[in-house]
């Protein structure tokens, strides 16, 4: 496989990926409150806050996932 193929199978598997809003940017904005967080409101809404840093943990380690996928396929791209 050349590299536009690689190049279009890539562009073709990223289209497929849905949008992602996370909850802990959702979280930040709710609780900023005059450019300073509401740690009282954070406080209260732990459980939340824990169920937002692992979703936002997760998301970040599939990231790094595409992100060496991508980097193995430049590698393959540039051997052949």
Do not use: S, W
């Amino acid at each position: 496989m050349n590299e536009p193929e690689y190049i279009e199978r890539v562009c073709i598997a990223l289209k497929k990926v849905p949008k992602k809003n996370l909850l802990i940017i959702e979280m930040a904005n709710r609780y900023l409150k005059d450019g300073v967080l509401d740690f009282t409101g954070l406080a209260e809404a732990q459980p939340e806050v824990n169920m937002a840093i692992a979703e936002a943990k997760m998301y970040g380690a599939h990231t790094m996932v595409a992100v060496d996928t991508l980097k193995r396929v430049q590698a393959i791209a540039e051997d052949a």
